[in-house]
């Protein structure tokens, strides 16, 4: 299985170039983000002449995710158990939910598709409710995993978070006034680590950013952030042969400001493969 996540920053300025990319790289699986659409809106068509089943979360022009795959799609979730709303000025468990994640069961891999609060700013109650959504998503991880240990499952999107300072490229981008580098949002990520899932990428491609802002000519100064992500369980990161960061997509007509992570699977030989790379340590 090849399994790619990519914020698109609209599916519908960009659904020319998805689904040419996943065609070109022979992606069976592809998790997006901030399609901003909502579910009627999505263009389907093309995923689907091209061979792709697809199911998409989204509620208005904002957020919004998606996955798209070449094998059947079965066990849907909208959303994860204890997952918080958020509106401005509505504060409380009832807060409405936001389109940010979607799982599915494929080809006996659990994917999920994310897209983690912005936060915005150290100051606004955004910040809080992402911390807030983290916390959940660390606690939903660690029940599943309890219960099932033995369970592929991948946590793919876009974190928001920078984890380490050679992930923070961005001279705007700076540790106390600003969110994505802040103490909490690390410790949130790394407690997602903790909960029994690890980065696959970074062993196999240990430096390199995955999204650069469109102002101040970012892109080609090399001034992005590493924030987009896949997270895998053991049984998960057994299965990983290969990995990489399509950097290349940043380029060209309509991109969006983020790139393609891709890992490549055997699902099939991961128990019994001693040349497997060493995800866990």
Same mark, same amino acid.
């Given at each position: 299985?090849?399994?790619?996540?990519?914020?698109?920053?609209?599916?519908?300025?960009? $659904?020319?170039?998805?689904?040419?990319?996943? $065609?070109?790289?022979?992606?069976?699986? /592809?998790?997006?983000?901030?399609?901003?659409?909502?579910?009627?809106?999505?263009?389907? %068509?093309?995923?689907?002449?091209?061979?792709?089943?697809?199911? %998409?979360? !989204? /509620?208005?022009?904002?957020?919004?995710?998606?996955?798209?795959?070449?094998?059947? +799609?079965?066990?849907?979730? +909208? =959303?994860?158990?204890?997952?918080? !709303?958020?509106?401005?000025?509505?504060?409380?468990?009832? %807060?409405?939910?936001?389109?940010?994640?979607?799982?599915?069961?494929? !080809? =006996? $891999?659990? $994917?999920?598709?994310? *897209?983690?609060?912005?936060?915005?700013?150290?100051? #606004?109650?955004?910040?809080? *409710?992402?911390?807030?959504?983290?916390?959940?998503?660390?606690?939903?991880?660690?029940?599943?995993?309890?219960?099932?240990?033995?369970?592929? /499952?991948?946590?793919?999107?876009? &974190?928001?978070?920078?984890?380490?300072?050679?992930?923070? =490229?961005?001279?705007?981008?700076?540790?106390?006034?600003?969110?994505?580098?802040?103490?909490?949002?690390?410790?949130? &990520?790394?407690? /997602?680590?903790?909960? !029994?899932?690890?980065?696959?990428?970074?062993?196999?491609?240990?430096?390199?950013?995955? *999204?650069?802002?469109?102002?101040?000519?970012?892109?080609?100064?090399?001034?992005?952030?590493?924030?987009?992500? +896949?997270l895998g369980s053991h049984a998960f990161a057994d299965a990983v042969r290969g990995a990489e960061i399509h950097r290349n997509e940043?380029?060209?007509?309509?991109?969006?400001?983020?790139?393609?992570?891709?890992?490549?699977? #055997?699902?099939?030989?991961?128990?019994?493969?001693? #040349?497997?790379?060493?995800?866990?340590?």
């Amino acid at each position: 299985m090849r399994l790619a996540t990519w914020n698109v920053n609209s599916i519908r300025a960009r $659904v020319t170039r998805t689904v040419e990319f996943a $065609v070109r790289e022979h992606i069976d699986v /592809l998790a997006m983000q901030e399609i901003k659409c909502k579910n009627e809106q999505f263009p389907y %068509a093309p995923f689907e002449d091209a061979g792709y089943h697809v199911v %998409a979360h !989204g /509620l208005n022009q904002w957020n919004g995710v998606a996955i798209a795959s070449r094998e059947p +799609i079965t066990d849907v979730e +909208i =959303g994860f158990p204890g997952m918080p !709303g958020f509106a401005k000025g509505h504060e409380g468990p009832d %807060a409405p939910q936001e389109a940010r994640a979607i799982g599915a069961t494929i !080809g =006996g $891999v659990k $994917v999920w598709s994310l *897209y983690v609060p912005n936060g915005r700013a150290l100051d #606004d109650p955004h910040y809080v *409710y992402k911390l807030d959504w983290l916390s959940a998503l660390q606690e939903y991880t660690a029940s599943t995993l309890a219960q099932t240990p033995d369970l592929a /499952l991948a946590l793919t999107g876009d &974190f928001n978070i920078a984890p380490t300072d050679a992930d923070n =490229g961005a001279p705007g981008v700076v540790v106390g006034k600003t969110t994505h580098v802040s103490p909490p949002e690390r410790a949130a &990520f790394a407690a /997602l680590e903790s909960a !029994g899932l690890t980065d696959v990428v970074r062993p196999l491609v240990p430096t390199g950013f995955t *999204y650069w802002d469109y102002k101040q000519l970012a892109f080609p100064r090399n001034e992005g952030l590493r924030i987009d992500f +896949i997270l895998g369980s053991h049984a998960f990161a057994d299965a990983v042969r290969g990995a990489e960061i399509h950097r290349n997509e940043r380029k060209g007509e309509v991109p969006s400001d983020h790139v393609p992570v891709v890992v490549d699977l #055997d699902l099939t030989s991961a128990e019994d493969d001693d #040349d497997r790379p060493m995800i866990f340590g």
